[in-house]
């Protein structure tokens, strides 16, 4: 005997209240534990390194991990780790309640242990598709950033790589050891 249930919407979700960490995935709830340490100890250094710069340059809105962005209505929201909306675009996505309607310009998706490389490809190319500008993977186990640009072939950086040149970021530039450095430890 199988069972159905019927699909739900950004509104329904965001009127369920804080059910734990979910995305709605067309129409279906997806369910997630919480994340690991390491791997929320990466997204907040992004998040705050991000935040910062954004800030001090009146660039726009950097928002936390698990903030929804409803990618297409009414039934796909997607959560990333970190994000970034540029300042020009951020009044027609935020209301005052519910989660941003559209898709940040840089998306960042930290790795956990169980992801599959197939699901964080999956996930890239849903942002990418729906126009978000730039998605960086960052890998916690080999220190690494994906940097995966809209038309352009992804660029794997490591160690005293930096990431810059982003478009929606003039003047960012960070070694990418900076975002996996262990504190107590040299980077």
């Not at 390491?38 to 809105?61: E, K, N, S, T, Y």
């Not at 540029?86 to 956990?112: C, H, I, N, T, W």
């Not at 242990?113 to 999956?122: A, F, I, L, S, Y």
């Amino acid at each position: 005997m199988s069972t159905t249930t019927k699909p739900i919407t950004a509104d329904e979700l965001y009127a369920m209240g804080d059910i734990g960490r979910c995305e709605l995935i067309y129409g279906e709830l997806v369910m997630m534990s919480p994340a690991g340490a390491r791997h929320g100890m990466v997204a907040a250094r992004i998040g705050r390194i991000l935040g910062q710069f954004v800030d001090d340059r009146d660039l726009g809105a950097t928002f936390a991990a698990e903030t929804g962005f409803i990618i297409q209505q009414p039934d796909l929201v997607r959560a990333p780790d970190a994000a970034f909306v540029r300042k020009d675009r951020l009044a027609a996505g935020l209301q005052k309640a519910g989660y941003f309607d559209g898709v940040p310009d840089l998306a960042v998706e930290v790795v956990s242990p169980d992801d599959t490389k197939r699901e964080v490809v999956e996930k890239v190319n849903m942002w990418l598709a729906a126009g978000t500008t730039t998605c960086w993977v960052a890998d916690p186990e080999g220190a690494t950033l994906t940097v995966y640009r809209t038309g352009q072939a992804p660029i794997q950086l490591a160690g005293d790589d930096v990431v810059a040149n982003e478009s929606t970021l003039p003047g960012f530039s960070v070694r990418v050891s900076t975002f996996f450095k262990l504190p107590g430890r040299p980077s």
